[in-house]
């Protein structure tokens, strides 16, 4: 064994650039043996060499885990999970025309995608018609146009509304296009309480990260909870908000600030909805949220399960839910857009395998994966594919879908999970004292804070303390070699043509009773949907209809943050 070892344990140790110390334990000869003096989270949060039993000392498994299906959840909230069913695969798909989209919802579908997901355009996610002059050269670039019910019927034309669940990422016109989506079911026969799907309509998040809002956050939160409301009663399988953590990290945030706004935005329209009369019981089964999963695989899976835990102690305890379905953190994981490089494009797909099955070891619901050229243009069908096979493999051959949460007992995942929980909180005390989320947005507390950890970020990747394969290590002169979608330039004509005939052929007169309701209850206390269902049904066109909110309610503007 040599070096004077007394056994095998110790001559492996030796081996390894240890010395024993004692029973069991080892410390490191050469501290310079380590690659670099500080490890991080992609997020710049501090690793540990190793984590053990004194890392969670004060882990209680009934308290702080539970088994799947119990509370807190945090092992995920089904008993069987994967066991009974995988998760849903719902690539975002959507641009040009509704046609075109129509055409590549029936080949995701065919290729065994098993929800869409559907992405607008620029012009129809901030309330203008394709012929407004604000639209002109966005139409169709960055997601399908919809301007009225026309085009909604198109865009699910032959695709059976009670069988496939749609969720839809629109926010200031979110109760514009529901309303769209419920009349085009009626349509085939369909009854509103038979459809499923979801609405991302959190508009919170905008103020703070991506800002498509249009209206001010008062009256933008009247709508949702009118569409809480509404729902409950009449569509109840839709998923009234998808509260979305994604798009703030996409912003830059860290992990734990991801965690953090999102749940505290979740708690806000909670409140909001109480304060609006509702039965917090009567609305919060059906809250789902929206996460990014981003390169850092464990840092990922404990930001899901905290997010679970977190969730569930809050609706219990804060709001007194009675229902366990209310506790229940539900959510849709779409790998990090803002991780795909230009450069090396096909590495994009190695690293949205390990985006997803940190989604997957995390517990998710539903999951999009990320294209390779997705830097470039919007997805070809080609790369939309391979991200859909990323799925399949992972459920039918990796084998992370035969039991549940692998990593739960992980003394480092379990570790990593409490800090981020503690993080969290204090990011949910420091709102507080602020005077909650809106007055925090008012303040650009989140906002700052993301445009900070962004810079941080930047620091490091350009200095090289952080690597980004493709970008600051490991560079190759190329050229593009894979195909890119591109946008057929008549769209813009071919979409306004139809919307103006869709204004020659209504019936005028109805559309304009239609819309003078619908300002008569927005200056009221009316809720809003059914007023907001006629005038779709009457084709009154999205632009008209925001218009309307546009008068009465006003529209953001956001202060400038330094």
């Known amino acids: 064994m040599g070096r004077g070892a007394k056994n095998v344990e110790e001559a492996f140790c030796w081996e390894a650039g240890w010395t024993t110390i004692g029973e069991g334990a080892a410390v490191d000869r050469d501290e310079k043996r380590e690659r670099r003096e500080v490890f991080m989270t992609v997020s710049g949060a501090p690793i540990k060499r190793k984590y053990g039993p004194e890392d969670v000392a004060d882990l209680d498994y009934q308290r702080d885990l539970g088994d799947p299906g119990c509370y807190p959840y945090t092992r995920g909230i089904h008993e069987t999970m994967y066991r009974g069913r995988v998760w849903t695969m719902r690539q975002f798909a959507g641009f040009g025309t509704a046609e075109q989209s129509n055409e590549r919802y029936k080949y995701l579908l065919e290729q065994g995608q098993t929800g869409l997901s559907v992405a607008f355009d620029m012009p129809t996610i901030m309330g203008y018609d394709s012929d407004h002059p604000r639209a002109d050269g966005e139409v169709g670039k960055l997601g399908v146009a919809v301007d009225s019910l026309a085009d909604m019927e198109i865009l699910f034309d032959g695709i059976p509304l009670d069988k496939v669940t749609t969720s839809m990422t629109i926010n200031a016109p979110a109760a514009i296009l529901l309303a769209m989506y419920i009349a085009v079911a009626e349509k085939q026969g369909v009854s509103p309480r038979d459809i499923g799907g979801t609405i991302q309509n959190d508009i919170l998040k905008e103020y703070i990260a991506q800002k498509s809002y249009i209206f001010p956050p008062r009256p933008s939160l009247r709508l949702i909870t009118d569409i809480f409301a509404y729902c409950a009663e009449h569509v109840p399988r839709w998923n009234t908000i998808s509260i979305s953590g994604y798009h703030i990290r996409e912003a830059g945030s860290t992990a734990v600030q991801e965690l953090a706004f999102t749940l505290a935005n979740g708690m806000a329209y909670v409140q909001a909805g109480i304060d609006a009369g509702l039965d917090v019981d009567s609305f919060a089964p059906r809250l789902s949220f929206f996460f990014n999963a981003h390169n850092d695989l464990f840092e990922e899976v404990a930001k899901f399960r905290a997010a ?91 084998g992370v879908a035969n039991t549940i949460d692998p990593l739960g007992g992980s003394y480092f995942v379990e570790a990593l999970t409490d800090r981020m929980e503690r993080e969290a909180q204090e990011y949910f005390d420091r709102i507080e004292r602020l005077g909650g989320v809106v007055a925090a947005i008012e303040a650009g507390f989140q906002q700052r804070e993301i445009a900070d950890a962004a810079y941080r970020y930047q620091k490091r990747v350009e200095s090289g303390e952080y690597t980004v394969v493709g970008v600051n290590k490991y560079l190759i002169e190329e050229e593009l070699k894979i195909p890119l979608l591109r946008i057929d330039p008549d769209v813009q004509a071919r979409q306004i043509e139809r919307t103006r005939r869709v204004r020659r052929e209504r019936d005028e007169v109805e559309v304009r009773r239609c819309l003078r309701d619908l300002e008569e209850g927005a200056r009221g206390d009316a809720n809003l949907m059914p007023l907001i269902l006629a005038a779709v049904k009457a084709y009154a066109t999205l632009g008209e209809i925001v218009d309307v909110f546009r008068t009465v309610f006003g529209e953001y503007r956001e202060r400038a943050i330094f």
């Not at 305890?317 to 229940?328: K, M, V």
């Not at 230009?342 to 619901?365: D, K």
């Open 308 to 398: 679970r835990r977190i969730w569930a102690r809050v609706m219990r305890e804060r709001f007194g839910a009675q229902n366990p379905r209310s506790w229940l953190l539900r959510f849709h994981t779409q790998t990090a857009g803002c991780s795909l490089t230009a450069q090396q494009p096909e590495v994009n797909i190695i690293r949205t395998t390990i985006q997803a099955l940190a989604g997957v070891l995390g517990g998710t619901q539903s999951l999009h994966t990320n294209s390779m050229d997705e830097a470039w243009a919007l997805p070809s069908a080609d790369a939309v594919r391979i991200a859909l096979r990323t799925q399949q493999v992972l459920a039918e051959e990796s």
